[in-house]
């Protein structure tokens, strides 16, 4: 059987882990301790978990957060969520095949007493804005519960093996994500004032005034003074034909897989949504040697960061802008993608389909926020206070530091003589949470000898590093110091702290010194999976991925100042060395569409709004057409809404019919949320899960 795990990383570490065996449907399997259950399937090639009661469809991983229970599983005898349960030593697992049978309970439960607690505040979510929330309540001695579902805070950060735009001041603009987020955990974990609850969820907001937690498996109830909502945000699902195929999952759960289990879960990845999210997921896709079939984003340009979007280009793979998905095709597991052309109605150009050979589909086409706990605790009269994206979708950067200043507004309520936030801090946060401005022609250095960086760079974004990095002090922002487009003006003496620490590596070194007529140019590289040494040969790039010819490396290296990033010299002709940036590492036939027709009218009425219960596009829409606008009632006739992500994804998709059938939203009743926010065995709240 093969081994899925990645054995080596550019970024990431890869530590020895002890190993664990256990059953899957009999056949005995080797995972690592502690890891979930899900991932040492992956990792034993195992993608499909159990069959749908309904339709007999294939279920497997889907958002990995345990948000749904696509990923359900038998483990000893319990259904469990495979992406939150550790696979532990000659652990009994099972598929589920239809409705799982549950276990038999013949003893009931303890009726016990449930610990009661109470807390100036409770910050729900250990993410980038909560942390910097909890340090700010630290720093202000205020009494503070943090609560987090994971076994490492950080949220999203300690999935990121990129560097981080931003600002190097206000958000560490330059570090890899992870690192930001292991750091401000260890501040936060070693703080006094801040009680840290990991393995934790928030469960409710009840109306008098108490907060339902489920601590590592033991129900607890707190009664804060003031909640901050920090949970983040959920990804945003799409309808297409074959959207429950196992292998259609988001960002997050391939994130997962690859950056915190060190899984490889595909060979071959095609990705839907051309944001930032979308982006970065291909670039860490290639960090672990997995091929990019491509991505199509259906905008007529990408919405991520151009600087963003040029590394997945010069890298070799394909974007296919003013296009969408129209099918994932597979019998039970997706084996190939169906994209088209759109028109600017968002309609499908007939004649237009392109087919590629695949077995991920990554979705990633917006996030909207956990605004649950807000909602609720409004409606419980309990000062609640939000920050980062369950307060506002952005970049992490700008979660940091909005989190800073909604930790500062709470100490502010419980001391109104606290000094007030000022000014400039609002300012900055709206320019860390900024759209990114239009795309400008690069305008090249007419200087050709000494060294210096050439700064490839078409787009303003809050992004400051190289400025601050350069000891010469030569690199300037233009305009804003944060968000003005970096030019170099003056001395450079080669030190190439600016190539190392551009979280775009969209800055070169050229070095006219020994040869002005072939110069060497100095690139950064991060994606070891794919080896580059002396001698090899690399086919260079420009900015857009333009080929530029192919040449010899000189050399390739980390620095003491790279953080991992690898400088390669390359030795190139006058002519082209300013306007070299990159080099191809994926083969162009890796990206190359198959001939495949797929039908028109297959693809409206058979797409799968609500995957818990396999409610259908056209069983929402027909009783639309009927002038059924109040989605309980829907719920009601159809179940959608009703399975165990309790409307987390179908609600959107259910609201897109109702956009495309052209119904207002004031005419449109939204669902009633299920009082919980993840399922919870009743016996838990009898003795608060006390074995």
């Avoid at 606008?629 to 179940?639: G, L, P, S």
Wanted: one cysteine or more; proline letters at 5%; aromatic letters at 6%.
């Amino acid at each position: 059987m093969p081994n899925n795990r990645i054995t080596t990383h550019p970024v990431l570490d890869v530590p020895e882990k002890e190993s664990v065996s256990f059953y899957w449907n009999k056949s005995r399997l080797v995972g690592k301790k502690d890891e979930m259950i899900s991932s040492a399937l992956f990792a034993n090639n195992i993608k499909i978990f159990g069959h749908h009661h309904k339709d007999g469809s294939a279920q497997g991983i889907f958002c990995a957060n345990g948000q749904c229970a696509k990923c359900t599983v038998i483990a000893n005898g319990v259904p469990v969520k495979a992406c939150m349960t550790a696979v532990k030593e000659n652990m009994i697992v099972n598929s589920v095949e239809g409705l799982p049978k549950l276990p038999d309970v013949s003893d009931p439960p303890i009726i016990s007493d449930i610990e009661h607690l109470a807390c100036d505040v409770l910050i729900i979510g250990g993410g980038p804005a909560g942390l910097s929330a909890a340090l700010q309540l630290e720093a202000n001695y205020v009494d503070t519960i943090l609560v987090d579902d994971k076994d490492e805070l950080g949220g999203k950060l300690v999935l990121q093996t990129h560097k981080f735009f931003g600002s190097v001041e206000d958000s560490f603009a330059g570090m890899r994500g992870m690192d930001i987020g292991r750091m401000l955990a260890q501040q936060v974990i070693g703080s006094t004032h801040i009680k840290v609850w990991k393995k934790s969820t928030a469960l409710y907001v009840f109306n008098d005034k108490k907060v339902g937690i489920l601590k590592n498996g033991v129900y607890k109830i707190v009664t804060p003074r003031i909640i901050l909502n920090a949970a983040g945000a959920r990804e945003k699902f799409l309808r297409f034909k074959g959207n429950s195929l196992s292998g259609v999952y988001g960002a997050g759960a391939f994130q997962t897989l690859v950056n915190r289990d060190l899984i490889k879960p595909t060979e071959k990845l095609f990705i839907v949504g051309g944001g930032n999210v979308g982006i970065i997921a291909g670039y860490h896709a290639l960090q672990a040697a997995i091929d990019v079939v491509g991505l199509c984003e259906a905008l007529p340009k990408c919405g991520g960061y151009k600087v963003h979007e040029d590394k997945l280009t010069r890298l070799g793979v394909p974007i296919y802008t003013s296009h969408s998905i129209v099918a994932a095709n597979g019998e039970e597991s997706v084996s190939s993608v169906t994209i088209a052309q759109i028109d600017k109605n968002f309609q499908v150009i007939e004649g237009t389909h392109k087919s590629f050979v695949c077995d991920t589909i990554l979705i990633a086409v917006g996030l909207e926020s956990v605004s649950e706990f807000t909602e609720e605790a409004e409606l419980a009269g309990i000062k609640v206070f939000a920050a980062g994206d369950a307060s506002e979708i952005a970049e992490a950067s700008s979660a940091m530091f909005n989190g800073k200043i909604a930790g500062l507004k709470v100490v502010r309520h419980f001391n109104p003589k606290a000094n007030d936030i000022p000014k400039s801090w609002y300012d900055k946060a709206d320019i860390l949470k900024s759209h990114p401005g239009p795309v400008r022609e690069l305008t090249a250095l007419a200087v050709e000898e000494g060294i210096f960086p050439v700064i490839h760079c078409k787009q303003e974004i809050p992004c400051n590093p190289c400025s601050t990095v350069c000891p010469e002090g030569s690199i300037l922002m233009q305009g804003d110091p944060i968000k003005g487009r970096p030019k170099f003006k003056g001395k450079c003496k080669g030190c190439m702290k600016c190539l190392a620490i551009c979280p775009g590596l969209a800055i070169t070194l050229v070095d006219y010194r020994k040869d002005q007529d072939n110069p060497v140019v100095f690139l950064p590289y991060e994606i070891g999976n794919y080896a580059v040494k002396k001698n090899d040969t690399v086919n260079l790039t420009d900015v857009d991925g333009n080929p530029l010819g192919t040449f010899s490396v000189l050399g390739s290296r980390a620095t003491k100042d790279s953080n991992l990033t690898r400088i390669v010299r390359i030795r190139t002709p006058r002519a082209i060395a300013k306007k070299v940036v990159a080099f191809t590492i994926q083969d162009k036939d890796v990206g190359n569409p198959v001939t495949k027709k797929i039908p028109l009218e297959q693809i409206r009425d058979d797409e799968v709004v609500c995957l818990c219960e396999r409610v259908t596009a056209g069983e929402i829409r027909k009783l639309v057409e009927q002038g059924i606008t109040d989605m309980n009632q829907i719920k009601a006739i159809t179940r959608s809404g009703m399975g165990p992500c309790g409307s987390k994804t179908c609600g959107n998709l259910m609201g897109q019919i109702f956009l495309a059938e052209k119904i207002a939203k004031k005419d449109i009743t939204k669902n009633v949320r299920r009082p919980l926010y993840v399922e919870v065995p009743l016996g838990t709240f009898a003795n608060g899960g006390k074995k």
